[in-house]
């Protein structure tokens, strides 16, 4: 079991079989500790891919980004999911279907900031049905810039986001991936790196 699974099993609740709780160190109150511990992570697990650029999505998914863009040594750009008064030159924006919400929304970056012959890791907290992950490759590659690969927090495997993603030839790296849940307990996917 590596750090970050140890982490979901102490304080990670299980609101039902489909959704996780993590406002003790990642949705709601964050830990910088365990961030800086995510972006040296994802550092490793990408550092032969030439990332240029970290692409997130606000809100929850900036600050393992900022980690990882601290330990990579690149810029973090994250997706907005509100229209910004300051926000409207050269927008790149992308449809997003939410999984904990049940709602379509859209999000959208400025062109300005992601150029084309940039290579982007993509970082968000949770992979679900991969609707967040895809959004964000779209607005990468709107904007002509390639996907290095797919970075992830917390997985749960049980669900098809990894699957499509990968169908979709992307390179994903989940810190934990969650086999199955319930209210007796939570069980990771074997074999994951310690
Ligand atoms: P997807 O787009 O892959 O279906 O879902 C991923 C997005 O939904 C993430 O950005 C995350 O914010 C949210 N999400 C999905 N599943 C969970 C969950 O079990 N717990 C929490 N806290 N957020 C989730």
Redesign the pocket.
Known sequence: MNFLEKRILQEGIV?SD??????AF??HQIDPLLMKEIGAEFAERFKEDGVTKILT?ES??IAPAVFAGLALGVPVLFARKKKSLTLHEGLLTSK?????KQEESEISISSKFLRRNERVLII????????????LCELAENAGAAVAGIGIV?E?SF?Q?REKLEQEGYKIESIARIQSMNENGIQFVCGEKE
């Open positions: 609101l489909t959704v996780l709780k993590v406002d990642l949705n999505i929850s998914g997003v279907f939410s999984f904990t968000d907290d949770f992979l679900a049905h991969g609707e967040a992950a895809s959004a917390i749960k669900q986001g």
